[in-house]
RNA sequence: GGGGAGGUACCCAAGUGGACAAAGGGGGCAGACUGUAAAUCUGUUGCCGAAGGCUUCAGAGGUUCGAAUCCUCUCCUCCCCA
């Protein structure tokens, strides 16, 4: 047996990690694991309500395919028995319980966005209503019955909450059970999640326990954060970026991160030794390293990871172009407009295109000088490399585009908007 | 079951009869600047509009010339007692 190959191993798999309970009881298992050939069996759990997989998911799944790497079993337990019944967590907002259709419906989409990163081949999918319906409600309590309200009030945010005097529903108390549970029937050697999971995954290891198994593995990892750098990165904070986004929204995403965030992503998100990091950040400190360059750098590497290495060179090249060149994007979209009269009052022809909601807001843009245009003769000649600076600023509300047949208009409403508008003078094909 | 405290805009939070489309902070958006959509500074942030108007303070009614503010009922959250 290698033993520098499990401590190698061992190194990668608790790398970033937070937490390990414990760090020995993985040896043993990966000793066993070398010695006998039985895969470890690691687990993670996931909320089918919310089916949109970002970045901040993604540190666990990086990890979960270390675990792949090394030929394991990763098995995938989509909560969709606690989704039946319906997540109110959150204050007012209850929300509705998922019909079996929307849950079938979101788990293929997270199907098809794990494995972005997962290799299918070796991951396992099971729905926990399999063992946790069949259980039926006096099982479910004999179940329950072997845990006490204040061990379960222990948990981090049920306590928080306690204090602050906030709701917590009876549901929201059995959850932890219900995953604890899923932890036995499948007998996990390995549970990862959050730091947020803490508890679950510790609560899953002592049911374990008195199912006579050997307890599973917790496994926390950092929680991201997202764009603003302070908040958790998530969707319903609209800081995040989805792994199916298009290389161009993540890019210019990536992009906005502050420097400092910058290190943290590529020490989570990316392969990049600590070192390398070191290095760095004392190269922009001497002024040899301009930051914009290595969150470039990120950026190109995050999209890679979903993509492929020309669209994220694209992805470059369409960015510069338009922020460090500012020249017009290559593309944007485009619409046609049938022009009777002359004069098209340019916050009509704004909320037609659907640039903005409200014409409040239009008003206030062009009020701040936030929208331009540019009036080209022919639209059959758009030029290719126009450069922002040709284009001209809306002067006020009351401002009148001039424009028919075959001209074409730009539009650039706010920083990152753009429209071509290409005239026509014929009534629409019936 | 009894008693008490609350519900204000995207979020937090002030406001307890008129000067309130509603302080302040966060977030968002825009401008300047730049190294980038970093940082910083400034402005802006219900809707429609030329002025002006219209709809908002959990919901429904009511009192009043006038209500986020007072009254009644309803819904929701929390605390204490049982």
Known sequence: ??????????????????????????????????????????????????????LGHTIVLRKLRDFQYMGDEVILIIGDFTGLIGD???????????????????????????????????????????????????????????????????????????KENKPISVHELIYPIAQAYDSVMIEADVELGGTDQTFNLLLGRELQREYQQEPQICMTLPILEGLDGVEKMSKSLGNYIGVTESPKEIFGKVMSISDQLMFRYYALLTGVPDTELE??????????????????RLARTLIEQFYDAAEAEQAEIEFKHIFSERKLPEEMPVSFYNC???????????????????????????????????????????????????????????????????????????????????????????
């Open 1 to 54: 047996m290698d033993v520098k190959k499990i401590e190698e191993d061992l190194d990668r798999l608790v790398k970033n990690c937070i937490q390990v309970v414990n760090v020995e009881e993985l040896k043993v298992k990966l000793i066993r694991y070398y010695r006998e050939g039985k895969p470890i069996k690691a687990k993670l759990g996931l909320d089918p309500t919310a089916p949109d997989i970002h």
């Open 88 to 162: 109110p967590s959150g204050r007012n907002v209850t929300r509705k319980p998922l019909s079996r259709d929307e849950i079938e419906k979101n788990a293929e989409t997270y199907r098809q966005q794990i494995f972005k990163i997962l290799d299918p081949a070796k991951t396992r999918v099971e729905y926990n209503s399999t063992w946790l319906r069949e259980l039926g409600s006096d099982g479910f309590i004999r179940l329950c019955s072997r845990f006490t309200v204040s061990q379960i009030l222990q948990r981090d945010d049920f306590s928080t909450r306690l």
């Open 279 to 296: 290095t760095w950040k004392s190269m922009i400190s001497d002024n040899k390293l301009n930051p914009m360059e290595l969150k470039t």
């Open 340 to 430: 009777e009269d002359q004069k098209i009052w340019i916050i009509k022809l704004i909320m037609q295109e659907g640039m903005v909601s409200s014409q409040s807001e239009v008003r206030r843009l062009i009020k701040q000088g936030g929208v331009y245009y540019k009036i080209i003769s022919d639209f059959e000649n758009v030029p290719a490399e126009l450069p922002q600076s040709e284009m001209e600023r809306v002067p006020d509300a009351n401002f009148e585009v001039d424009a028919c047949a075959p001209m074409a208009l730009i539009l650039k409403v706010g920083k990152k908007s753009f429209r071509l508008i290409k005239f026509i003078n014929q009534p629409y094909p019936a």
